[in-house]
């Protein structure tokens, strides 16, 4: 029996977009103009070298953390505004370095990937420890929050039972008939279709893209069995609210992912610190989850609101 398709979460469409800054240029979050050119969202008056501008991947998990820092710098004092929907890590990490955007939500584990394929860290703690020394000269990250969100190979609850799935391990014994859902770049990164024949001898039969990053037409495929294995983020609420099994990774091919600020030290203060720090300190996984409830489930909220409902719950904007 299928299970109903619900409104699910539109997740980070990182691999949908050319990784070229040339290419940035001509994106933006309506199809026309610069990403980079403008805020879209603004508080008071910038004062000279007193502002800073919040940038944002192309999906709205980030899009709704950037208005939360924004919110919390705000409230700290300090004249925020953000540019939303840069585009993928390649460009966004870009513009975090020519300073076009001094800060943006970032995960940790993808972001050492980013800077050194090659690193060894996995696990939470390690991953934070060997971030400073591998970033390039400028830029920095500051306190992780517990909050995570990760890549998952995620089957229905059907394909799960039938094949007696349980892990990536499991998965690996019936992978030569499966065909799986993800963004065109999961064939190449090295948490993606490389990591899982190096970790667990997984190749598997075609990838299917997508650039809705795991959103409707994602699930759609996944529940229509037009493909058998989607990879869809662990804070996307469609896997619950569709009873869909995430596929335990004992291997650990895909790297603790906890969210973090990714920062140009250019124009970072200590007080713009401590208002990221405060975020950090308390935003937690159940956190996203619900926020991406709000904003992508039938609430359809806008990034910004739910963000500053958000701290206004948590007691950071009073």
């Known amino acids: 029996m299928k299970h109903p ?11 949908g977009l050319a990784a070229g800054v040339g290419i940035a240029l001509t994106l ?13 969202t603004t508080a008071g008056s910038a004062t000279a070298g007193g502002s800073l501008v919040v940038g944002s991947a ?63 860290e996995v696990a939470a703690e390690e991953i934070y420890k060997a971030l400073p020394d591998k970033l390039p000269q400028g830029l920095g990250v500051l306190e992780p929050a517990k909050a995570e969100s990760k890549d998952a190979m995620v089957v229905t609850k059907a394909t799960a039972e039938k094949h007696q799935l349980k892990s990536i391990e499991d998965l690996a014994k019936v992978c030569k008939d499966f065909t ?11 948490y993606g279709f490389p990591g899982l024949k190096k970790n667990y001898g997984c190749e598997l039969k075609a990838l299917k893209p997508f650039s809705d990053g795991g959103g409707n037409l994602t699930l759609q495929a996944l529940l229509t069995d037009d493909v058998q294995v989607a990879d869809i983020y662990t804070t996307t609420p469609s896997i619950a609210d569709n009873d869909l099994v995430v596929l335990d990774d004992p291997k650990n091919n895909f790297k603790a992912q906890q969210v973090l600020p990714l920062y140009n030290e ?49 007691g950071i904007v009073k």
């Not at 192309?58 to 300090?78: C, K, M, T, V």
């Not at 203060?269 to 956190?287: F, G, M, R, W, Y």
């Open 180 to 190: 799986m859902a993800a963004p065109a770049t999961f064939e190449t990164r090295a």
């Open 5 to 15: 398709i619900r409104t699910t979460l539109t997740r980070r469409g990182l691999g």
């Open 58 to 120: 192309d999906f709205p998990e980030s899009q709704i953390i950037a208005e939360i820092y924004a919110g919390a710098l705000n409230q700290a004092g300090i004249t925020a505004t953000t540019k939303p929907n840069i585009g993928s890590r390649e460009i966004y990490f870009k513009a975090v370095q020519d300073g076009s955007v001094d800060v943006v939500p970032d995960y940790s584990g993808n972001l050492l990937s980013h800077v050194d394929a090659e690193a060894p």
């Open 28 to 40: 933006s979050a309506c199809g026309g103009g610069n990403p980079l050119s403008s805020p879209t």
């Open 266 to 314: 250019a124009k970072m203060t200590d007080k713009a610190k401590e208002a990221l720090n405060s975020v950090s300190k308390i935003l937690t996984t159940e956190d996203l989850i619900n926020l991406n409830r709000a904003v992508s489930g039938t609430q359809k909220q806008n990034a910004k609101d739910a963000a500053a409902a958000w701290l206004k719950d948590k």
